[in-house]
């Protein structure tokens, strides 16, 4: 399709084991955000790509959290030895330059 | 800090009557605002967006106010109609050449009931 694929769509796992969240862009786009919406929250910033360059990882909550984007497309957000307060849902978006981003349908995390 | 606020976490209004969701900014570098709506179990979708050298932008039943004075954005759909019930996002992004890059910053949302 010519939208922003995740997958998992859902991701169930045990606390302390790591995760692997993908993210496909739409193709051209420039640029790739990770955000996440915990229950009864908003949007929360993660990280910011620009090509394979991550100018801005302000919002990554704890050094468990990393991401990487190869061939400035596909991206990915592991999360090691998660935790309960990681439970949420991790959005990825992509956008051309100075556009408006297009958002993924999400990956839900549940950690038991 | 939250910079970008959203101070009606809930809206009801009937069907044809007007919604007006607000915005409220603390970042004066800000140059850029955007409006997306969310459905349960699916990632937001873009609505509207305007730049900061303008103080109003039309689309459709959706309009988009900016009062930059004030700090205060506010998203208007005329008419309202059932299938417009979503949560809210307002976002802002700050000019080209700042750190954070194209960051998005969003507000926490306004949950909009329209009812039949």
């Known amino acids: 399709g010519a939208g922003v694929s995740q997958s998992p769509s859902n991701k169930v796992t045990e606390k302390g084991k790591d995760v692997e969240l993908r993210c496909d862009p739409i193709?051209?786009?420039?640029?790739l955000y990770w955000y996440r919406q915990s229950l009864g929250q908003g949007l929360e910033f993660l990280i910011y790509?620009?090509?394979?360059?991550?100018?801005?990882k302000s919002g990554l909550p704890s050094d468990r959290f990393s991401a990487e984007r190869t061939g400035g497309s596909v991206s990915t957000l592991t999360i090691q030895r998660t935790q309960q307060e990681d439970s949420a849902v991790y959005l990825c978006?992509?956008?051309?330059?100075?556009?408006?981003?297009?958002f993924g349908p999400g990956t839900r995390l549940t950690v038991l | 800090d939250q910079q970008v606020k959203q101070n009606s976490p809930s809206l009801s209004v009937q069907e044809g009557r007007i919604s007006i969701l607000n915005c409220d900014y603390t970042?004066?570098?800000?140059?850029?605002f955007l409006w997306y709506k969310k459905y349960p179990a699916e990632g937001p979708t873009f609505l509207i967006s305007?730049?900061?050298?303008?103080d109003k932008n039309e689309d459709g039943r959706f309009t988009v106010f900016l009062n930059k004075s004030a700090k205060h954005l506010s998203l208007h759909i005329v008419p309202s109609q059932p299938g417009d019930s979503a949560v809210y996002f307002c976002?802002?992004?700050?000019?080209?050449?700042?750190?954070?890059?194209?960051?998005?910053?969003f507000g926490t949302g306004t949950r909009l009931a329209v009812r039949p």
């Open positions: 978006a992509s956008s051309l330059f100075r556009s408006a981003a297009i």
């Open positions: 193709s051209g786009h420039t640029a």
């Open positions: 790509f620009q090509g394979n360059s991550a100018p801005d």
């Open positions: 970042n004066s570098m800000f140059d850029y």
């Open positions: 305007i730049s900061s050298i303008k």
């Open positions: 976002a802002a992004r700050p000019p080209l050449g700042r750190s954070s890059g194209d960051k998005l910053t």
